[in-house]
């Protein structure tokens, strides 16, 4: 049963989002008795909620409170107001992502010491190896259930529109070709259903095949009785005392009225806008810079993954909307090969748009119509995709700001979400791009077609993990190397992006944080 806690109650830990990083962490600590707090600012929704349409759980589920976009990306042109599709929800983006569950690779962790100084770039080296983390990203493959050696499950079949980018990739050379690893059930698992194949996975799993913390861990968690969520709850700001320990969150609740719950620990855990936006926003006379920025890098650094979405028109149907959104990937391209003109690697994942959603991204202008658009979305039956995902370098002015004037409905400076692309982002990008063409001419395409950017769905870094206090927010636990009863336990800790989906690595953290709180707490260390 759910617990209810006091909100004068000190000993509870508060956790600020309830998506892959703050969901896994409230049910990692109810099941070592430790009590929590979630704070979730957006709606709490049941898997009867969900809908298999687009535009529907688009306008339901997602973050649309306005941001502003800026610098030299194509979103901040395409989209001014909405950086980043992310979800506002019991769950967070853990409802809306598609599945695919990678690891990162060993030099990933390494990128400067593997590269040394790139002129442009903020980079750094993890605080910690794939050699640390791998027994966790054992752990956390078991614990979502991704198909693969870690559970025994078969990866996912693969349907027609990854046959065909597969087919092409062979006869390009290409051979690391697979339908997964995804935390999507290929069979019953984890009192979870197999996937069905219906092809709305970024809308949110209507049987709960796929992986979420909305019916996964958050109801574990409540069932413990050692943790309450409070959806609808938006943490306004953290404060502390005059030792500079944090002691509470201040936090609007759904009629708008500020409430206060105090706390033993808080753990962040936001995404990686509304996470350095609180830290920012709770400045104070002893922190006159932002709660953990005494580096001065909470909000730098944020990264979204070098991408592109690639379409090819095939001679005969392919119909890429049967099947799981994200069923196919091909790695090749995957290392730190410098010979290609960046570093880093990048992923060809691929992916099938809904009818909507492919005439959205066409053309994202407000006159995006006439007879080139009309002709293409008429061979939509005919269409495979793919979604580039490659290493995002980080750079100090990239980075999340407050705006000076406007305001949201709390009050609050909304978010300013400022990219610049790095020259080995674009040449990684274009090479990605003349990867993808190669293989879709060589299984005889028609016409390939580069989307113009959309709104990010990976956001990662802002406040970065780092050996030393000067060069990040928080050491290798997520801790603020500042404040030791203050975590961040999001993609916001990523010290560099990697070219994997960062969902895995989210939940491997978060379960790694969650040991090493219990243990200090048990020390008595917090």
Known sequence: MAAKFSQDDGDVVVIIGSGAGGGTLAHALARQGIRSVVLEAGKRFEMSDIENDEWAMFNKISWLDKRIATGGWDVARNHPNLPAWIVKAVGGSSVHWAGVALRFRDFEFRMRTENGDIKGANLLDWPLSYEELEPWYVKAEKHMGVTGPSTGMPYHQWHNSFKVLATGAQRVGYKEI??????????????????????????????GAKWSTLYTDIPRAEATGNCEVRPQSMALRIEHDARGRVTGVVYADAQGRQQRQKARV?????????????LLNSESSMFKDGLANSSGQVGRNYMCHT?????????????MYRGTTCAGIISDESYNDTSRGFVGGYRLEILSLGLPFMSAFLDPTPQGWGRGFTAKMERYDHMSGVWLCGEDLPMESNRITLHGSEKDQYGLPIPVVHKDDHAFDNAMRDHGVEQTRKCYEAVGATEVIRLPSYPASHNMGTNRMSAKAADGVVNKWGQSH???????????????????????????????????IGSLLNQRAL
């Open 482 to 516: 500042d404040i030791p009863n203050l975590f961040v336990s999001d993609g916001s800790q990523f010290t560099t992006s990697g070219g994997q989906n960062p969902t895995l690595t989210i939940v491997a953290l978060a379960l790694r944080q969650a040991e090493h």
């Open 307 to 319: 991408t592109a979405g690639i379409y090819a028109v095939l001679p005969k149907p392919v119909h």
């Open 178 to 207: 697979q339908s997964g690893p995804m935390a999507i059930n290929t069979q019953p698992y984890d009192s979870r259903p197999g996937c069905m194949q219906i092809g709305f996975c970024m809308q949110g799993c209507r049987i």
């Open 266 to 278: 808080v753990c962040v855990a936001g995404n990686s806008i509304e996470s350095p936006r609180l």
